[in-house]
């Protein structure tokens, strides 16, 4: 006489419990029978097919937005016409800098760019103080001056390349020296 190596569920589920296993019911299913207002199914059902339209239906709308008129700015900074001085001279500093780059590769547009900027500037500065971020980062002079520095710093490579990459004015022979004057490549 052979013996059932696989006992069943003593919940009612009728389901198979692992081979030669020493419980009485599956994982979870004591507390049916503990439990018996729970509810559960004699044998497990066929998931419905959900549709998009179904889960749609079943899925909750998002909350109404928080009203956002009342936010305040994470850094609040007073405006001062000192401080509306700074930013226009950083950025005309800035553009003319950037605008000396241009003339390299292009003297009309970058030369029309530099005359220019300290009007541009001045139209920017507006723009730019309504975001005390960036208002905070540009009077900030320890920030800003490590860029310009670093943007000083490069200014020599910046016409190698240029002089070398793109306007090839520049021939390397192997015999000589990779040596440039700057000044033949900088605005007079």
Not at 98 to 126: H, R
């Amino acid at each position: 006489m052979e013996t059932n190596t696989h006992p069943i569920c003593a919940c009612g589920c009728g389901q198979s419990l692992p081979e030669n296993s020493a419980r009485q019911y599956k994982r979870g299913h004591k507390a049916r029978v503990d439990n018996p207002d729970t509810g559960f199914a004699e044998q497990p059902q066929e998931p419905e097919s959900l549709t998009i339209d179904l889960a749609a239906e079943l899925t909750p709308d998002d909350p109404e937005p928080r009203d956002t008129e009342g936010t305040k700015p994470k850094t609040t900074m007073r405006i001062t016409p000192s401080i509306r001085r700074d930013v226009e001279g950083k950025l005309t500093f800035a553009m003319a800098l950037g605008g000396q780059v241009w003339i390299m590769a292009d003297p009309y547009c970058g030369n029309t760019f530099v005359e220019n900027t300290d009007n541009i500037a001045k139209k920017l500065t507006p723009i730019i103080c309504q975001s005390p971020d960036v208002v905070k980062w540009l009077t900030k002079s320890s920030n800003f001056i490590l860029y310009i520095d670093l943007f000083m710093a490069m200014w020599p490579v910046l016409q190698m390349i240029f002089a070398h990459h793109i306007a090839k004015s520049m021939r390397v022979d192997e015999n000589t020296p990779s040596q440039v004057n700057p000044n033949d490549y900088a605005v007079q």
